[in-house]
């Protein structure tokens, strides 16, 4: 079983030039320790997400780190044109000898598509448009496409990607039937669902694996999100967890409550720490403590991957960077030679 951290660079408090240094130091310290990538969100218009163009960061996660792979969760291809965001991921493969991990997804905000003028019932195609744009260009010489929204004829593809056939893909999984496409294309994916939901959507996936005569065990990595605090005690982490998590979850609903909107995670992502880690989805504690709530999860959802949102809210650097030590040193090694138990 392998680890990942992931951070929206959401709003923490410190002035935006002192934020990027702090998360990029943060980013580094990853580099050293014993996680397989670090991935950062794309969000516009809110303190959610403080990297609204991913290439931008990761250009600088690139020439910060040496061995950590790394990439965006997710680009929200709908927002891009699927050309010059070809380039620019060859440009960073190329960059990172072949590092970047390209996720690829719609956008779960409408508000965001809505700011920058995109009729929302266009959106699905939009999507589908853009990313088979953009895996033709990642794999041919020339690019010729006609659609409803995108159309190239004989583009000529100078850059290319340092991974052969392209960097790996991810994709959020948040319903079995988004597994077709994600298992015909050995894709990644990573769901925010509860343990038991998301089981429903990993195991999907390695059906239509298996259908498709690929052989079992051989999946790529299908993996959980969620919040993770390690402290000393469960006591020193949940006081961490519960200041930080408060200044995100505002940050999360902003978007909503500055339009007046009801916001529509509210059943699933509480005001407070304490419910949100009750339903699941997230935990503060001791290494034995995440520990067994890693299995836990693991064994529920059968997945061999999870995404570890560590640095959220007001969290202090220090506290972060403890929090990713005792993760990387007393949690990590546990899981070496896990394997993924599927009922």
């Known amino acids: 079983m392998k680890f990942g951290v992931f951070d929206h660079l959401d709003q923490s408090g410190l002035p935006l030039a002192q934020h990027y240094d702090m998360r990029l130091q943060l980013a580094e310290a990853t580099d050293r320790m014993s996680f397989n990538s670090y991935h950062v969100a794309e969000h516009h218009g809110t303190p959610l997400g403080f990297s609204p163009s991913p290439n931008v960061y990761l250009s600088a996660v690139a020439q910060r780190t040496k061995r950590i792979q790394f990439g965006p969760m997710v680009y929200v291809a709908p927002l891009y044109h699927p050309i010059r965001l070809a380039e620019e991921i060859c440009m960073l493969d190329q960059m990172s000898h072949g590092r970047l991990q390209v996720g690829l997804g719609r956008g779960a905000v409408g508000i965001e598509h809505a700011m920058f003028g995109l009729d929302l019932p266009t ?5 589908s448009e853009a990313r088979d744009v953009l895996l033709q260009a990642l794999t041919n010489e020339r690019v010729n ?6 159309s ?15 960097p790996p893909l991810w994709y959020g999984l948040s319903n079995p039937d988004s597994a077709v496409w994600a298992a015909a294309n050995d894709v990644n994916v990573m769901s925010l669902l509860p343990a038991g939901r998301a089981a429903l959507c990993l195991d999907r996936y390695r059906v239509e694996w ?9 999946e790529p990595f ?15 982490a949940r006081r961490i967890a519960r200041a930080g998590y408060r200044k995100w979850r505002q940050s999360l609903a902003h978007l909503w409550t500055r339009t007046g909107a009801p916001f529509p995670m509210e059943a699933t992502h509480p005001t407070e720490w304490d419910p949100f880690e009750a339903a699941g989805l997230g935990i503060a504690g001791s290494p034995r403590t995440v520990r067994e709530y890693v299995s836990e999860q693991a064994t529920t959802a059968h997945a061999n991957y999870m995404l570890c949102q560590m640095t959220f809210g007001q969290m202090s650097y220090e506290d972060a960077l403890h929090s990713l030590e005792l993760f990387s040193r007393e949690v990590i090694p546990a899981f070496a030679e896990r394997k993924t138990a599927v009922a």
Do not use: C, S
């Open 145 to 150: 496409f006609a659609g409803e929204h995108f």
């Open 123 to 127: 959106v699905p195609k939009r999507y």
């Open 222 to 236: 299908l993996g959980l999100a969620r919040h993770i605090v390690v402290g000393e005690t469960d006591e020193d």
């Open 210 to 218: 298996a259908a498709r005569g690929k052989a079992p065990g051989t």
């Open 152 to 166: 190239f004829k004989d583009y000529p593809m100078v850059l290319r990607p340092y991974q052969k056939p392209r």
